[in-house]
């Protein structure tokens, strides 16, 4: 067990609908990361979280949001879901910046399927 | 093109038996490299990470080793067990958490 958790395991939705995943982080880790995992295209990096702030942006499409709120946790809100967006989304934390050699520990992951 | 390319895609091995994992990456500037274990169905698991001058790393059976003359490294695993079956996943981090990731060796141990 990572001490990292998400919510929810598993979402079956529809085209076009929104939803929001949410990732509590280690106690005391400042760092959020998200990342989408899917079969084809393997693990990507969509957005990074400091204390807050947006840190690092990757591959996040436009219609792919989130945000960390003061408690530390963090919220990835996907909207006008279409079928490609199938996939797992991991959160992960580390303790700082990530920008050092820090290990970011990754969560159960939760599993998105659109139909 | 990818700039972080796995091979083999997938290996079937004999429990017991070592093997080894290789990482080719075209990303520049070099900050640090990482691989990552990931059974199925769970988050990856970080097993080692390594900097520009660091040659070898060990984590129990698993040995990394990097060579950033040549921008490739490889995960040695020693004496495998079948709880070694997972994917092995390589990470290049260019520095600003920019992360390349490789799409990972699907490693499969048979008794």
């Known amino acids: 067990d990572s001490g990292v958790t998400q919510t929810p395991k598993h979402l079956i939705t529809a085209t076009g609908q929104r939803v929001t995943l949410r990732c509590s982080p280690r106690s005391g880790d400042l760092s959020v990361y998200w990342y989408q995992q899917s079969l084809d295209q393997g693990l990507q990096f969509l957005i990074q979280?400091?204390?807050?702030?947006?840190?690092a942006k990757g591959n996040i499409l436009e219609r792919f949001s989130a945000q960390q709120f003061p408690d530390l946790h963090s919220e990835l809100n996907l909207s006008s879901l279409e079928l490609g967006d199938s996939a797992l989304y991991f959160c992960?934390?580390?303790?700082?910046?990530?920008?050092?050699?820090?290990?970011?520990?990754f969560g159960p992951g939760t599993r998105l399927l659109v139909l | 093109k990818n700039q972080v390319e796995q091979s083999p895609q997938s290996l079937i091995i004999l429990e017991g038996k070592n093997c080894t994992l290789q990482c080719n990456y075209t990303v520049s500037p070099f900050s640090n490299l990482r691989w990552y274990k990931q059974d199925t169905g769970r988050g990856p698991v970080s097993l080692t990470i390594?900097?520009?001058?660091?040659n070898t790393k060990s984590n129990g059976r698993y040995t990394a080793t990097l060579d950033a003359d040549t921008k490739q490294s490889s995960l040695h695993i020693t004496a495998s067990q079948l709880s070694d079956s997972a994917s092995y996943i390589c990470?290049?981090?260019?520095?600003?958490?920019?992360?390349?990731f490789g799409k990972g060796n699907q490693v499969v141990v048979i008794p």
């Open positions: 979280y400091y204390n807050g702030e947006e840190r």
């Open positions: 992960a934390s580390s303790a700082r910046t990530g920008a050092s050699l820090e290990t970011q520990y």
């Open positions: 390594m900097t520009f001058s660091e």
């Open positions: 990470v290049v981090s260019s520095g600003n958490n920019r992360l390349a």
